[in-house]
């Protein structure tokens, strides 16, 4: 049966610091775990089991997992719970996400169990953290200044989270490490043409650190909205920007499908 958390985290982990668990078991606060398809990116309409760690070190304003975030709830899941969840699924492919998964060191000790018992594995990370870990597509999302969540952005109102957010979401060398180390797909939420500036911006200096540097159809734009209402109205302009920038366009496949459902 899917997870779906609601144990309400302390304000103090909003960041996605450590908590305390009840075993001396390794474990990863789980906000929700489930079978769906992969809706972004070179897999997507691929089967595949979504583990959804709670705990984020940055404060997207249009963040589509808010309570993994912003108000962050999870129950408290050992790793030999999370893959024993895993295996009741017929699928070979894990997405493990979040929030930002890679927060959490316990998350290397998850994806060493799954590359053990022969699971593809997929990071979704925003880019900022680095760790050595059996991942077989890193996919990074780096959050553009258009992510920064403004006083007038700001979901709860009163933007304490800007400056913090805009020191944090952009770290070079750790993306171009991301890049040498492991298949890559960098990820670009867009809301509007003014993105694609610092997207250009961005490639290229990634492209400058890394020692092999990632490829146009490395790069994807995909369009912002956590509904099919909001989907509408940006992914056309965005897919005429792929064309036009010579990158690769991904879609919202999940909000396509299901909407703003949780647990898909």
Known sequence: MPVNATEPSDGKRADGEREGADSDEPSLPI????????????????????????????????????????EPTHARMT????????ESYDANHVVLTGGEPLVHEESVTLLDRLSERGYHTTVETNGTIF????????????????????????????????????????????????????????????????DLEEIEELVSDVRATADEPPSDTDVLL????????????????????AMEFGYRYTPRLHVDLWNDAPGT
């Open 79 to 86: 790793v030999d719970e999370i893959v024993a969840e895993v």
């Open 131 to 194: 760790r050595d870990a059996p991942i077989d597509l890193a996919s990074v999302s780096p959050k553009l200044a258009s992510s920064t969540p403004t006083p007038e952005t700001d979901p709860k109102g009163d933007g304490e989270w800007e400056d913090r957010h805009e020191e944090r979401r952009i770290d070079v060398e750790t993306l171009a490490a991301l890049v040498d180390a492991y298949d890559t797909q960098m990820k670009f939420v867009v809301t509007d043409d003014g």
């Open 222 to 241: 995909m369009p912002e909205g956590a509904t099919r209402e909001q989907l509408d109205e940006t992914r056309e302009r965005v897919a005429q920007l």
């Open 31 to 70: 906000n929700e775990l489930f079978y769906s398809l992969q809706g972004e990116g070179t897999l997507a309409g691929v089967p595949s089991v979504f583990v959804r760690t709670s705990g984020c070190n940055l404060r997207c304003w249009f963040c589509d997992s808010y309570h993994t975030s912003w």
